[in-house]
């Protein structure tokens, strides 16, 4: 079955760096774009950033532009999340996203709090 799991959340300081990855399994990763979500808490779950299944085309939200870096390996199934200078706003539960056969799938979340 489709499984995407996600790592590599914690607690950072603002103006601080991390790196999400989200590991695949269960379907052909090299053929589907992977999106990047995160919901804080109240807040609606927004769409972070995206990129093509070949890693070529990439797009981010304007409130992550130059800060966050989407990329993917696709001889590893993972994709990757890399956020430098974080402030306290992208305090949120990141999720992957991917959508074989038309249907949504959503990892687990891994939490990212910035907080000094």
């Known amino acids: 079955q489709v499984q995407l799991v996600e790592s590599g959340g914690g607690l950072v300081q603002p103006g601080g760096s991390l790196m999400l990855s989200c590991k695949a399994s269960g379907f052909i990763f090299s053929s589907y774009p992977i999106r990047w979500y995160r919901q804080a808490p109240g807040k609606e779950r927004e769409l972070v950033a995206q990129i093509s299944f070949a890693g070529n085309n990439k797009d981010y939200a304007d409130f992550v532009k130059g800060r966050f870096f989407i990329s993917r390996d696709n001889t590893k199934n993972t994709a990757f999340l890399r956020m430098d200078n974080l402030n306290f706003e992208d305090t949120a539960v990141y999720s992957c996203?991917?959508?074989?056969?038309?249907?949504?799938?959503w990892g687990q979340g891994t939490q990212v709090t910035v907080s000094s």
């Open positions: 996203n991917a959508r074989p056969g038309g249907r949504d799938y």
